[in-house]
């Protein structure tokens, strides 16, 4: 079975600093993927980023990169110079294969994250 | 273009009645998924649909819950003698194929229920 841990229930930031959300997973398949979805306020899921378990090097979109050290089974999603927009729920999120060719996503339960001016 | 829309966006209902929440996809996508967000936890896996069969209803929680999507678009998901811990977000995901490099899915905003 999968199992994804955000340890992190509240984060704070001051606007224009990094941030890290930690995500740590655990599953015995050897093909996975890994995701990170926003959630603000407004309850919309907004996927962010991915990460393939073969991928050779860490995944970027913009200003979200992906920590991913696979020995440890981190994925841990950064966020370069924080905007008061970033302020939500995150989501860390590993596919999980169901049945006739799907996959369904496995969250954690995510970290709030506040951007202060 | 159009993304996920849901239908409401807000649901009170009384313990022991009947819902039906609506999702409409985005159109082209051949899978589509339900999950349910409870308070302070991350969205769980309902049931997903592949064309208008239900490929997997594993995460359904017990009989009382029940999806359709007759035509392959528009999906409902129907709850019967609610109860109060049914209460929470109901989201609506889908996408144009499963598996895949990563196939993307697109949420909708959510139905919140509330069973009083």
């Known amino acids: 079975a999968q199992k994804i841990t955000q340890t992190q229930p509240g984060m704070f930031v001051q606007e224009k600093e990094a941030v890290t959300l930690d995500c740590t997973y655990d599953?015995?398949?050897?093909?996975?993927?890994l995701f990170w979805y926003k959630q603000p306020s407004s309850g919309e899921m907004i996927f962010l980023i991915y990460?393939?378990?073969?991928?050779?090097q860490n995944a970027t979109e913009g200003r979200y990169s992906l920590n991913f050290q696979k020995a440890r089974k981190s994925a841990n999603l950064v966020i370069s110079a924080s905007q008061l927009g970033d302020s939500a729920m995150y989501f860390c999120?590993?596919?999980?294969?169901?049945?006739?060719?799907?996959?369904?996503?496995?969250f954690g339960k995510g970290t709030s994250l506040l951007v202060t001016p | 273009g159009a993304g996920v829309s849901q239908t409401p966006s807000n649901k009170v209902t009384e313990k022991g009645k009947y819902v039906e929440l609506r999702c409409d996809p985005i159109?082209?996508?051949?899978?589509l998924y339900w999950y349910r967000q409870s308070l302070g936890q991350g969205p769980e896996f309902l049931i997903y649909?592949?064309?208008?069969?239900?490929?997997?209803d594993s995460g359904l929680p017990n009989d009382r819950f029940f999806a359709v999507r007759p035509e392959g678009s528009v999906s409902t998901l129907k709850i019967q003698r609610t109860e109060r811990g049914d209460s929470a977000v109901y989201l609506c995901?889908?996408?144009?194929?499963?598996?895949?490099?990563?196939?993307?899915?697109?949420f909708g905003p959510g139905t919140r229920l509330t069973v009083l």
């Open positions: 599953t015995s398949d050897p093909s996975y993927g």
């Open positions: 649909f592949q064309g208008t069969g239900a490929a997997d």
């Open positions: 995901a889908s996408s144009f194929t499963s598996g895949g490099r990563y196939n993307e899915q697109f």
């Open positions: 990460q393939g378990s073969y991928d050779q």
């Open positions: 999120a590993m596919r999980a294969r169901v049945l006739n060719s799907g996959y369904a996503l496995n």
């Open positions: 159109s082209g996508h051949t899978a």
